[in-house]
């Protein structure tokens, strides 16, 4: 069956430009640095989720209605890509696991890897690459279970399970499943995220 995801990648099109970015707003840094502590770590309230609202939630309004997403997502730093690859693996799988993540935007695939490559994550690279090497091992029950789902004729019931039969087929996903909700492991996660914006601001705002 032919294919036809636009695959994006972090090395795609800008990598430096600021196109989008709110101001760089030195008390608000220092604010953060006073409530958020790692030592008191709340998995719904801390820095990384701060930096989603603030830093790249904001990013779509500064943007304005510029097309698709692929020349929003062309436009944005490498570090801005990296952002948005990673918070939307990190909302599908902690929604729906790995395998919602494939099915519901398997346009980030490798944008994903590449991110977790980036930060340095071993381990879930290493993971995730079985899982998408499963992914594209299968893809075309992916496709087919993704034209059951859109198809609006049948009851959502028998829908949802044409969904689930697709996604069961990712076996290696419940590899990563069993350490990613992990309160231990996602404040890690967040951590090593927040330090490489810490570390690289000038791809993430204006001075």
Request: glycine share 6%.
């Amino acid at each position: 069956m032919e294919t036809t995801i636009d695959f994006y990648s972090i090395n795609d099109s800008n990598q430096n430009e600021l196109f989008y970015a709110p101001t760089y707003n030195k008390e608000w840094f220092d604010e953060l640095d006073k409530k958020y502590s790692w030592d008191n770590y709340n998995a719904f309230d801390n820095r990384f989720w701060e930096y989603m609202y603030h830093i790249f939630d904001t990013l779509p309004g500064i943007a304005g209605k510029t097309g698709s997403d692929r020349i929003f997502f062309n436009n944005l730093t490498r570090g801005q890509k990296m952002f948005y690859s990673l918070l939307v693996f990190n909302g599908d799988v902690d929604n729906g696991g790995v395998g919602q993540f494939f099915f519901n935007r398997p346009e980030f695939s490798f944008a994903v890897l590449e991110t977790f490559e980036e930060l340095k994550l071993s381990r879930l690279k290493s993971d995730y690459e079985k899982c998408l090497n499963e992914f594209f091992g299968s893809v075309d029950s992916y496709f087919i279970g993704k034209k059951n789902l859109n198809d609006r004729s049948p009851e959502w019931t028998e829908r949802w399970i044409s969904f689930t039969d697709a996604d069961g087929n990712l076996k290696s996903a419940t590899t990563i499943e069993d350490y990613y909700y992990n309160e231990e492991f996602k404040k890690e996660l967040y951590k090593t995220f927040t330090d490489f914006v810490d570390n690289h601001l000038d791809q993430f705002v204006k001075k």
